[in-house]
């Protein structure tokens, strides 16, 4: 009996040290007040949470030589390490008619020393060893805010219509090259890779990017502010729908959102850093950048700091259309397909010098313009499945702001019942749990009141390319 009775306490708090970590995407963020505001994910100053990797993300080591290459399987998640001016290659076994997106994002240790041309580049080779021109592949470099964050490179093969190279069937490499500058650190970077197949269409498409749209930029959205709290990677961003939306950010921080897009649908956004005491100008203080569903960078725009409210705003993006991907426009290929859109925003470690380590006032104005129209009919199945709609249950988890990771229909309630269900506790445990998850909810609806007015967007917001280079 006591055997018995030392199980199921060692059950218990193990269930109840995971329940714990999936509770915290419940935690509501504070109320935001200029100076004074929560950070996301709940971390102490100075001391920005670190990335999130994916739960299921499996290891894998890169291979020096392309013929070593361990061979990723599509709609999976991995894990990896590069080292200082390392090169790595990966495998892939690619048919003659799916196209092949393959992201690598690049994680440095908080406090690592990165200099301007610091990066991570990704690009896909032939079974000849050629490469696969695609017209958006490239590199992504921290740029003159020379401050650590997850850096996020892909690249592509595309098949069908207007294909020049890499057409054929056979196995693909995946190269993975770490870039370093004189002066930065030589510490390992750990990687996330993620590879998404795209089959072609069952019926022929346009194949000429649309040369007319409206481009004019939309009025800032106005009302009360809701608070949101941002993840701390693509795989726990906060769930926005349309509105305005305001967080907590940390020098040194980088917060993770997402939005989801449907066809036909322009997604407008801007990035809002409130008033702080101190004093100096960082000219490359806020960064937001936005990735399409397959991790790849369509825009992004940064802005200075003096201690006043300032603005990042993005450029007028075209309606997402399955043709865009014709266009020699980066931005404009770059919204090729439905699904989650994702917005990530950096704050400089070199804020904490001047303003200190925060958290600073942050908001977000997210609008997404237009109806959803029809979707390309595919001849098979993307992987991962449905990467590219939005369904009813993406919509409800921007209206209820559900993290990426959650895959509840509630605020915290579902993900904390499945880690019940997967633990196979008993009845004891499960209502020790069922307490923490409804007290939970409960402060997350009472933080969810009536909030503060936001502060209408001010002139003059700094918004211009950020950081780029890609291969033509």
Same mark, same amino acid.
């Given at each position: 009996m006591g055997r018995r009775t030392g199980w199921w306490r060692g059950r218990c708090r193990g269930v109840l040290a995971g329940a714990a970590?999936?509770?915290? #995407?419940? &935690?509501?963020? /504070?109320? &935001?007040?200029? /100076?004074? #505001?929560?950070? +996301?994910q709940?971390?102490?100053? +100075?001391?920005?949470?670190?990335? @999130?990797?994916a739960a299921d993300a499996e290891q894998v080591e890169g291979a020096t030589k392309a013929t070593d290459a361990v061979r990723l399987t599509p709609g999976t998640t991995y894990r990896s390490t590069v080292r200082d001016h390392g090169r790595l290659y990966y495998g892939l076994r690619l048919d003659e008619t799916s196209s092949a997106y393959v992201s690598a994002t690049a994680v440095p240790k908080p406090g690592t020393k990165v200099v301007y041309s610091d990066g991570v580049k990704v690009s896909l080779q032939d079974p000849e060893g050629h490469k696969c021109f695609s017209g958006d592949a490239g590199a992504?470099?921290? +740029?003159?805010?020379?401050?650590?964050?997850?850096?996020t490179a892909w690249a592509s093969r595309r098949a069908g219509p207007g294909t020049y190279t890499c057409k054929g069937a056979g196995t693909y490499s995946v190269l993975v090259e770490r870039m370093s500058g004189s002066g930065s650190s030589s510490d390992d970077w750990e990687l996330e890779l993620q590879y998404v197949s795209e089959p072609a269409l069952k019926k022929s498409a346009p194949t000429t990017a649309p040369q007319v749209w409206d481009s004019a930029s939309p009025e800032a959205l106005d009302g009360s502010a809701r608070a949101r709290q941002g993840g701390t990677s693509f795989n726990a961003a906060r769930s926005l729908e349309e509105g305005v939306w305001k967080d907590g950010i940390q020098a040194g921080q980088t917060l993770f959102y997402r939005v989801p897009v449907d066809w036909g649908q322009q997604i407008d956004a801007t990035a809002e850093l409130g008033p702080a005491s101190g004093e100096g100008f960082l000219g490359n203080a806020l960064v937001m950048s936005l990735y399409n569903p397959v991790r790849a960078l369509v825009d992004d725009a940064d802005t200075g700091y003096d201690g006043t409210r300032k603005v990042a705003a993005l450029e007028p993006l075209p309606p997402v259309?399955?043709?865009?991907r014709y266009s020699v426009d980066d931005q404009v290929g770059g919204v090729r397909f439905a699904g989650w859109y994702y917005l990530a925003v950096h704050l400089g470690a070199q804020m904490a010098d001047k303003f200190g380590d925060g958290p600073f006032e942050l908001t977000l104005r997210v609008r997404v313009r237009g109806e959803a129209g029809t979707a390309p009919v595919y001849d098979g199945a993307t992987a991962p499945r449905d990467v590219f709609e939005v369904t009813v249950?993406? @919509?409800d988890a921007a209206a209820s702001g559900n993290a990426a990771t959650g895959g509840d229909s509630g605020p915290g309630g579902n993900t904390a019942m499945k880690a019940v269900a997967v633990g196979g506790i008993g009845a004891g445990c499960f209502l020790v749990l069922g307490l923490g998850v409804w007290t939970a909810v409960a402060r997350r609806r009472a933080a969810a009141g009536p909030a503060e007015g936001a502060t209408p967007a001010v002139d003059g917001a700094a918004s211009r390319t950020y950081g780029r280079s890609r291969a033509r």
């Open positions: 970590a999936l509770l915290s #995407v419940a &935690a509501p963020a /504070g109320q &935001a007040t200029a /100076g004074q #505001v929560t950070a +996301g709940g971390s102490a100053a +100075g001391t920005p949470p670190p990335y @999130r990797f992504a470099r921290f +740029g003159p805010t020379e401050s650590p964050r997850p850096l259309a399955y043709e865009n249950g993406d @919509r």
